[in-house]
């Protein structure tokens, strides 16, 4: 099949065509960096105005670029959660009313399944089950995918995501917005093990990750005024890599084996986080997944691939009538991927 795809659920306004095959035919990324980074993140008002202004010349330009039209899609594919409501609520309308005027089905995606089967956009060879880090903006997770729409979750934050730590710590030390990509910049010129820092929630028998002790250990440190900032990121970021493998030992144990680890979601762009997880994966003998760096942070072709892949496993045949979801979907703010585990904690949905 042919799916186009639609991401607005934060700062990132996507559109992509993606085959069945894994072919990216097209694709579009607009950043709205620049709108946000005088408030030093992500202001959801402004947010959803810049998706409005943005998204339909976009499906435009990337259909035409591509010279693919409605009639040649075979679904229509966005985000519908979670994320900030107003965006996604753009997205969503947008590709309702594309449904609606081509007759095609619209695929209603979980933003968060979208990162979790990315590696397989970008890995054709990876099979399930696979053992899933999910690292992004708004969540930490190690989830057990058993196939598409089988999300087992083993372990949440309860209190910050990793890619908000990324942040706040770079904010703290006056880096700017967005903070992940600068403060393993400055990682580089840093000693890892200059800052004694917390590792929370490490050795602790259930596999949960918290961020919140940590990033206020970074500001103490900032504080004292005794060590550089340099060393201070890399510091952070060691003892973030420290509390992954921590964490990911001890789902092994409790959920093993695992023939693939993989990681998915905007931190999965560290390179030291990609490091340190490619040496666990090979210690445990399993295969090793991570999507290339524009396939990490949020974009729309692994929103296409989502409803490639939910085609696939709801029999779509080319021709015969599919339903897809209805037209009246709402728009979800909070969405987990794995309903049982909702009630586990209070956060990290
Ligand atoms: P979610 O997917 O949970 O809804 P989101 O869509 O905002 O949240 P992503 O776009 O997947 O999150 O990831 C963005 C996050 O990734 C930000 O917190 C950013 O700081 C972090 N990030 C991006 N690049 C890097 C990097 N090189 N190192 C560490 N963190 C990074
Ligand atoms: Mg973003
Ligand atoms: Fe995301």
New binding site residues.
């Given amino acids: 099949p042919l799916v186009l795809g639609i991401e607005s659920?934060?700062?990132?306004t996507a559109v992509a065509l993606v085959r069945g095959d894994g072919t990216i035919v097209a694709q579009a990324i607009a950043s709205q960096e620049a709108e946000h980074a005088p408030y030093g993140g992500?202001v959801p008002e402004i947010a959803a105005r810049a998706h409005a202004e943005r998204l339909a010349p976009m499906i435009a330009r990337v259909m035409g670029e591509a010279g693919i039209g409605l009639e040649d899609v075979d679904a229509i594919a966005a985000t519908a959660g979670?994320?900030l409501i107003g965006g996604v609520m753009v997205g969503l309308v947008s590709a309702k009313a594309l449904a609606m005027a081509s007759d095609k089905p619209l695929l209603a995606v979980n933003?968060?399944e979208g990162?979790a089967l990315s590696p397989r956009l970008a890995d054709a060879g990876l099979a399930f089950p696979y053992l899933l880090l999910?690292?992004?903006?708004?969540?930490c997770q190690i989830l057990a995918v058993e196939g598409v729409g089988q999300y087992r979750r083993l372990a949440t934050t309860i209190d910050d995501?990793?890619?908000?730590a990324?942040?706040k710590t770079?904010k703290i030390l006056g880096l700017g917005y967005?903070?992940?990509?600068a403060?393993?910049r400055l990682a580089l010129q840093g000693d890892p093990k200059a800052v004694p820092l917390p590792r929370p929630l490490k050795g602790s028998p259930e596999p949960h990750f918290s961020f919140a002790g940590l990033k206020s250990a970074v500001l103490r440190a900032v504080e004292g005024g005794a060590h550089s900032p340099a060393d201070i990121a890399a510091s952070f970021?060691q003892a973030a890599v420290d509390c992954l493998i921590d964490r990911l030992d001890q789902a092994l144990e409790r959920a093993g084996p695992f023939p693939a680890l993989v990681v998915?979601?905007?931190?999965?762009?560290?390179?030291?986080?990609r490091a340190a997880l490619e040496a666990f994966a090979a210690k445990h003998a399993m295969r090793f997944t991570a999507p290339p760096?524009a396939l990490?942070?949020?974009n729309a072709a692994m929103i296409a691939w989502a409803g490639c892949e939910r085609l696939a496993a709801e029999g779509w045949q080319p021709g015969a009538a599919f339903a897809g979801d209805p037209l009246d979907f709402l728009a979800r703010p909070r969405w987990p991927l794995d309903p049982a585990a909702e009630t586990v904690r209070g956060a990290g949905v």
């Fill in positions: 659920s934060c700062d990132e992500v979670p994320g933003h968060l990162h999910l690292v992004s903006g708004g969540h995501a990793l890619g908000e990324f942040d770079a967005p903070g992940g990509p403060v393993e970021q998915a979601g905007g931190v999965a762009a560290n390179q030291t986080i760096l990490c942070t949020d």
